[in-house]
């Protein structure tokens, strides 16, 4: 048959990725969303203490760079870590659907679509980093909705656009409404809260 590999090398792979996969979204998810939103706690409180370094200490802005950046400058001015974060969310987001149904997925998907444009603005200015062509004629690189809403403000508010449904879908995942179907082999809801009894 056309386009299937007989190799039996790439046959042990794919069934070692669907293996990986499926066990992500079966016995290993709990873990694997709590090690998830570590991740993005962890970011999170740097984009507050970005702004709080801004608002309230009064920094300057380009002097700014959070916790990390107090002790890494020159990383935080990276574009390949903001874009690497970028793309460990979207990883991580679409890793952890398969186990989210019902309202949980309305919600995850929402967090999922936000990121992947998130995801294009940050490969933007990766993009622009790589080559030294910046848009519009800046002077370092500028994401499209950049030219509207400042870097820190915009960021923090992309981040919380994501934040919210994510956390909107673990908690109807975790505990689902009356009548929703439970995702099969998840163990993220409690028995006590679990409930598939119909309206």
Request: proline fraction near 2%; charged fraction near 15%; avoid cysteine.
């Given at each position: 048959m056309a386009?299937?590999?007989?190799?039996?090398?790439?046959q042990e792979r794919v069934l070692a990725v669907r293996s990986v996969l499926e066990a992500l979204n079966g016995p290993w998810?709990?873990?694997?969303?709590?090690?998830?939103?570590?991740?993005?706690?962890?970011?999170?409180?740097?984009?507050?203490l970005q702004a709080y370094q801004v608002y309230v200490m009064g920094w300057p802005r380009g002097h700014s760079h959070g916790g990390l950046g107090l002790f890494f400058p020159w990383l935080v001015k990276s574009e390949l870590l903001h874009y690497g974060y970028a793309l460990v969310m979207l990883v991580g987001l679409a890793l952890l659907r398969p186990a989210f149904v019902g309202l949980a997925r309305r919600w995850w998907n929402v967090a999922l679509a936000i990121q992947i444009?998130?995801?294009?603005?940050?490969?933007?200015?990766?993009?622009?980093?790589?080559?030294?062509?910046?848009?519009f004629g800046s002077p370092v690189p500028i994401s499209l909705l950049q030219v509207v809403v400042p870097r820190v403000e915009l960021h923090l508010f992309y981040n919380a656009a994501v934040f919210v449904p994510m956390v909107m879908g673990m908690l109807y995942h975790i505990y689902p409404k009356r009548g929703e179907a439970l995702s099969l082999g998840c163990n993220c809801y409690t028995s006590k809260r679990a409930n598939t009894e119909s309206l």
């Open positions: 386009g299937k590999s007989n190799d039996p090398q790439t998810h709990k873990r694997a969303m709590q090690v998830f939103l570590v991740i993005v706690l962890a970011h999170w409180a740097e984009h507050i444009w998130h995801h294009l603005e940050h490969a933007l200015l990766f993009g622009q980093a790589l080559t030294g062509d910046n848009l």
